[in-house]
């Protein structure tokens, strides 16, 4: 097949097959060029694939971030990567859903320390920051109604060998590579092993925060004492923290903690840590 979903055999110097053992995923599908790699997941986890099936693109030629942004990054650059799983689920877990894309963005910033020993920082709710800059993000889509048939397709991109060039002058000073940061080439082939091996630990079932999380949540996230705006730019208050059900929590002049569970927020000062793009191409 040469179409623009090209399987590739190999990956990062050695047989897909082997990483495939490696991961012990039951599936792992390497593509040269595809949409998404989330839609190739979706449509696999609607055929009735396994937990587990992970796909991997070296380039995608429609990548989405959040609220529908665009997320591009040049061939091979980029681990862009998707993991179809499914949570145990069982009736009333539904009003717990929420806190999945949290789970998956502390499994990918703990991939990351892991592959790299840094220390990132978590942006509400799922965005991987390393130094004040966007480095990494997640997109968690699914179908997450109790039953045999739910889902969860879990896409992360992280940028690992882009160069100030791949990114657009708008975004170079606020989103950021492995490379451009540590000045070194983190293999894409270790970095992916832990992603994975991750998400699957992370997000074996649907639940609330646990204690470790919202420790963990605490300790990295970026957006706590610092004065948040909207996606308008009104200022909204004080970041407060990550609650157990994954919401922001945020002090208003008032005094009142205001609960934000689907929102664009970024800090006031704009040093990074408030990257309100998606991508390194949005
Ligand atoms: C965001 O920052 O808003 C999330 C970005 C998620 C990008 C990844 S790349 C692999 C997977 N396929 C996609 O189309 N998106 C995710």
Redesign the pocket.
């Known amino acids: 097949m040469n179409g623009p979903d090209e399987r590739l055999d190999a990956w990062e110097g050695r047989p897909v097959s082997a990483w495939a053992r490696d991961w012990d995923v039951p599936e792992l599908i390497v593509l040269r060029r595809t949409a998404?790699?989330?839609d190739v997941a979706r449509a696999l986890a609607e055929r009735g694939a396994p937990s587990g099936t992970t796909i991997i693109a070296e380039e995608?030629s429609a990548?989405?971030?959040?609220h529908g942004?665009v997320?591009r990054a040049p061939y091979g650059r980029a681990l862009?990567?998707?993991m179809l799983l499914r949570p145990r689920l069982r009736g009333g877990d539904e009003a717990r859903t929420g806190t999945l894309p949290l789970r998956a963005g502390l499994a990918a910033a703990r991939a990351i320390d892991d592959t790299t020993g840094e220390d990132t920082r978590i942006k509400w709710p799922n965005?991987v920051l390393l130094r004040g800059r966007k480095l990494a993000?997640?997109?968690c889509e699914g179908s997450l109604a109790a039953g045999p048939d739910a889902f969860l397709v879990v896409?992360?991109?992280v940028n690992v060998l882009l160069e100030a060039a791949d990114f657009p002058p708008e975004l170079r000073t606020r989103a950021t590579s492995l490379r451009l940061a540590l000045g070194r080439d983190v293999p894409r082939g270790a970095l992916a092993g832990a992603v994975v091996a991750r998400l699957r630990r992370s997000l074996a079932e649907v639940r609330d925060l646990d204690d470790e999380e919202i420790a963990e949540l605490a300790r990295r996230d970026a957006l706590r004492g610092r004065a948040l705006l909207d996606e308008a730019g009104d200022e909204i208050g004080i970041g407060a923290g990550i609650a157990r059900d994954g919401s922001l929590q945020v002090r208003l002049s008032s005094g009142i903690v205001r609960r934000l569970v689907e929102a664009t927020v970024r800090a006031r000062e704009d040093d990074g840590t408030g990257v309100p793009l998606?991508?390194p191409e949005s």
């Open positions: 998404s790699t989330n995608q990548g989405r971030g959040r942004r997320w862009l990567l998707s965005d993000g997640v997109l896409g992360v991109g998606a991508g």
